[in-house]
């Protein structure tokens, strides 16, 4: 189900920074019409709204409180494609005693945040998708197909969004609404510098995402050490995540 970004509304939660901010630029250069910056701190916008004046609205949106999910999804009535990018990461080997807190902490942002912006936004993309079409993007992880000791508890909670978006590509197929789980490796951010790692620029992301929709991928591998996963998980992928349950 291909998807071109050109003249579509898009939402992207934590837009204010990282790949949130590089999302946004994406779409924005490649022709959408307008975004929604679903953030925390409306403030934290500022820079982004100078530079884009109205083809930007800032939106108070904190994944972890269903009042504003559900009031972004009053708000942004009009969005065609949806970019869950907000996410957390806790530093926690299985042993650590922080691991419980930790991974509570991520599940309740990276999984359940997830599933109650798919909840609140699926009717809204179904409804505007008539016209042009309609998505939904998972920011995921390579820590989602491979356990990384020190990230455990992050590792463990995005390999369970991987499994909701894989749920999702499934039932939002039925309603014309096509999905995207994105993996990336180490990108050039606050998080990559929080576990002491170096990254890509962030805007393989977001061309990436640009890319992937037009061309109605489901798995998007951004930067070149996700590109390596991917081309090792490529047959699996194909062949069991992507197939049909008769397929597979």
Do not use: C, W
Request: overall charge negative.
């Amino acid at each position: 189900m291909s998807f071109n970004v050109e003249n579509q509304i898009a939402l992207v939660t934590g837009a204010n920074r990282g790949i949130g901010k590089s999302i946004v630029e994406s779409l924005i250069s490649h022709g959408a019409q307008k975004v929604y910056l679903a953030v925390r701190n409306i403030d934290s916008t500022q820079a982004l709204v100078e530079q884009y004046k109205d083809r930007v609205v800032p939106i108070q949106l904190d994944v972890s409180k269903p009042s504003d999910i559900a009031a972004a999804a009053q708000v942004a009535s009009d969005v065609t494609l949806v970019v869950n990018n907000a996410g957390v990461l806790e530093l926690a080997r299985p042993l650590s005693e922080n691991f419980e807190s930790a991974f509570a902490y991520e599940i309740n942002i990276n999984v359940l945040g997830l599933v109650k912006m798919a909840q609140a936004f699926t009717p809204v993309l179904e409804k505007n998708s008539q016209d042009a079409g309609a998505a939904f993007v998972q920011l995921n992880s390579v820590a989602s197909i491979k356990n990384f000791l020190d990230l455990t508890s992050y590792s463990a909670s995005k390999a369970a969004a991987y499994t909701v978006t894989q749920g999702l590509k499934d039932e939002l197929a039925e309603k014309g609404v096509h999905v995207l789980s994105v993996h990336p490796g180490p990108i050039d951010t606050d998080m990559a510098a929080q576990v002491g790692m170096e990254g890509e620029s962030a805007s393989v992301v977001g061309d990436g995402i640009v890319s992937a929709l037009k061309a109605g991928d489901f798995h998007l591998f951004p930067d070149s050490l996700a590109r390596d996963f991917g081309g090792a998980y490529q047959s699996f992928a194909q062949n069991i995540i992507e197939a049909t349950v008769e397929e597979a």
